[in-house]
């Protein structure tokens, strides 16, 4: 079966400071992957997503990027946080073009000080 | 472009009452519909879909009918638990079919409360 996992589950930054979150997909080959982020009390915003190595597409222009460096590796990165930055990122996984439906990680809540 | 409106919580019943949450979308295309659930400090979890029009999506005693008539998929229960307490998420994909993008459109979730 197939499982997705988020490292690391909590994280407390000042502003200012680097960011880097990983996410991980076992049991699928290549998956189309997501990070979305989810402000308090809010929807969730798509931020990237990717169908292969090396293949980002940005949905929202800001401080963050994205990479895949492996076929089931995803990571969120930043060089300086903003408070703005602060949230609940989630990482998601889709079985490429044969479906829709997307499978969430357990998530990242980072508060940015 | 596509959207998703749910009303807005909290809604509070006690258990063992009918729950609806009202969902409605605006999307070109045929879009898949779904609806995840959130439980506190937790993931989303995949609760149930309908990939196309009369279809009826369906999971642990929730249901889900996808119409198009009225762009609705209004998520139902007969007889809510304490378990249930959560966050709820309506969603629709996007028909990017060629990128391969295949994003989520989110509702802003509709919190549900369930006392004993």
């Known amino acids: 079966s197939q499982t997705i996992h988020q490292w690391p589950a909590t994280l407390v930054q000042p502003v200012g400071s680097p960011l880097s979150l990983e996410c991980t997909v076992e049991g699928t080959s290549n998956p189309n992957l997501y990070w979305y982020r989810q402000a308090a009390g809010r929807g969730l915003q798509l931020l990237f997503y990717?169908?292969?190595?090396?293949?980002i597409s940005s949905e929202v222009p800001q401080n963050l990027s994205a990479s895949r460096p492996q076929d089931r590796q995803f990571i969120l990165s930043s060089k300086k946080l903003l408070l703005s930055d602060s949230g609940f990122y989630l990482c998601?996984?889709?079985?490429?073009?044969?479906?829709?439906?997307?499978?969430f990680g357990p998530g990242t809540r980072l508060t940015v000080l | 472009g596509n959207s998703v409106t749910q009303m807005e919580g909290p809604v509070t019943l006690s258990e063992e009452a009918f729950l609806t949450i009202n969902c409605t979308y605006t999307?070109?295309?045929?879009?898949?519909l779904f609806w995840y659930v959130q439980y506190p400090g937790e993931g989303l979890q995949l609760l149930l879909k309908?990939?196309?029009?009369?279809d009826k999506g369906s999971n642990k005693g929730f249901e889900a009918t996808y119409r198009k008539e009225t762009t609705s998929f209004h998520l139902e229960k007969g007889s809510v638990q304490v378990s249930d307490s959560a966050v709820y998420f309506c969603?629709?994909?996007?028909?990017?079919?060629?990128?391969?993008?295949?994003?989520?459109?989110f509702g802003s979730g509709t919190r549900l409360q369930v006392q004993p």
């Open positions: 998601a996984w889709s079985a490429g073009l044969a479906t829709d439906t997307q499978y």
């Open positions: 990717s169908v292969g190595i090396g293949q």
């Open positions: 969603a629709l994909s996007d028909q990017g079919l060629n990128t391969g993008r295949r994003a989520l459109t």
């Open positions: 309908a990939t196309k029009a009369d």
């Open positions: 999307a070109t295309g045929y879009p898949s």
